[in-house]
């Protein structure tokens, strides 16, 4: 899906902009990590010092979120864990 790949690679200090690549157990120290559409998948990557960067889409969902959730804490929850998949069951599956 993602035409760029990057496996066990340790970024630092750079500007990594997120949008169309793929990053599989990578480290990222002090950088300024960008988003714009959101479409990139991270995998057990880790971030040490790095500052984010949202803009377009990306900042307007962050806005949104914000706007909902306020000062509380916020929880994402992946489609795949087991409040969606039991609550998925009990709706015949729908």
């Known amino acids: 899906m993602f035409k760029i790949h990057y496996k066990n690679k340790e970024f630092k ?54 706007s909902v959730v306020g000062n509380k804490p916020l929880k994402v929850l992946d489609i795949d864990e087991p409040l969606f998949l039991e609550r998925s069951r009990a709706e015949g599956g729908r």
């Open 13 to 66: 200090g750079e500007r990594i902009e997120l949008d169309g690549k793929e990053f599989s157990r990578c480290e990222f120290r002090d950088c300024l990590i960008v988003l714009e559409r959101g479409e990139t998948q991270i995998r057990d990557c880790k971030f040490y010092n790095c500052k984010l960067m949202l803009r377009g889409n990306a900042y307007i969902i962050a806005k949104i979120i914000t």
